[in-house]
């Protein structure tokens, strides 16, 4: 889940460590939320599960590599960092480490309990303290219209992200108020920021091509939301499949957007946009079959997971060998 855009700060010269843009852990969180899938559909379709073992060392990887070389970056030229941040558009994809400090839990949990509640309890901080600001610097500073993207949903529905590892952590109880207020927040924007971006798809200019994939991003918030409702709740009612259903409506809307990338854009790492919202989908359809226990929501199931699959390992793939190249500047273009 994410976009990488250029800052006006940014200048020709410099390390390709100064171009790596922050928004490169949505990788992280596509790889987490696929590896997520696949333990997913070992259970209900019986799928081999050295898949998610492997996808997930691969999260795990990535994961560490990227916060020890963004480190680095914020070290070595903490002014591109700050004119990140400061981006009305980029600034927002400062909420991917975070979501990926939630995630990765999920994975570590099974063996490495207290090392995934230490990374929990960092990212729900950190996850709350960003959306409280972001939310602060939209009310009090105005904002252009067509800085009305997608990338805006990243900072507060990230706060999503927070009920979903809790269970596995042993913590469904005693931080349930805090899973409540994740859910509840996240929802709650959800609406108004996916309305005002919706609202400038209709009436403004496009976005530009290379912004293109982080349109399915506005798809997560259902995605995400019915997982965290039912992390919360413990179960799947009727508002839950509300959630699942209104997901599967946008994905159908906004998945025909994939087949259109390679000819409107050359590759750059903003298609990683589509990798989280595709897993999240990949990852309801597979708890909402289990749920129902009927070969149609098997069907979905098994259609988006192959999906959300494919395409993962399209970018992953494709990243790796740019990187291999040298190209790391040209791809956070």
């Not at 994939?258 to 708890?287: E, I, M, Q, T």
Request: charged share 10%; with cysteine.
């Amino acid at each position: 889940m994410m976009t990488v855009v250029p800052t006006s700060t940014a200048v020709d010269s410099g390390s390709t460590l100064a171009h790596l843009p922050v928004a490169l852990f949505g990788s992280v969180m596509g790889l987490t939320g696929l590896a997520v899938a696949w333990r997913f559909a070992q259970v209900q379709f019986g799928a081999p599960s050295w898949v998610a073992q492997v996808v997930g060392a691969i999260a795990l990887a990535a994961f560490v590599v990227l916060a020890v070389v963004y480190l680095a970056k914020l070290a070595i030229h903490p002014d591109r960092v700050r004119a990140e941040f400061a981006h009305p558009i980029a600034g927002n994809m400062f909420g991917t480490p975070m979501i990926s400090l939630l995630l990765i839990p999920l994975l570590l949990a099974d063996k490495h309990l207290l090392l995934a509640r230490v990374l929990w309890c960092i990212g729900a901080a950190g996850m709350t303290l960003l959306a409280w600001w972001m939310v602060m610097r939209w009310i009090s500073v105005r904002q252009q219209p067509e800085h009305a993207t997608p990338a805006w949903i990243v900072p507060v529905v990230g706060m999503l992200d927070i009920p979903l590892a809790a269970p596995a952590l042993g913590w469904a109880h005693g931080v349930h108020g805090l899973m409540a207020f994740g859910t509840a927040v996240g929802l709650f924007f959800a609406v108004p920021l996916f309305t005002m971006i919706v609202s400038r798809l209709m009436f403004a200019e496009p976005f530009p091509d290379a912004m293109r994939p982080s349109l399915l991003i506005l798809c997560a918030p259902f995605a995400v939301g019915f997982s965290a409702y039912v992390a919360t709740t413990g179960v799947i009612d009727d508002f839950a499949t509300g959630l699942y259903t209104v997901m599967l409506f946008v994905l159908a809307v906004l998945v025909t957007r994939l087949w259109h990338l390679g000819r409107c854009c050359p590759f750059r790492v903003s298609w990683w946009a589509v990798s989280f919202p595709l897993a999240a989908s990949a990852v309801a359809a597979l708890k909402y079959a289990g749920f129902a226990q009927h070969p149609s929501a098997d069907a979905i199931a098994a259609v988006l997971l192959g999906l959300a699959s494919l395409v993962i390992a399209a970018l992953f793939l494709r990243t790796a060998w740019g990187i291999a190249r040298g190209e790391l500047r040209t791809l956070s273009t």
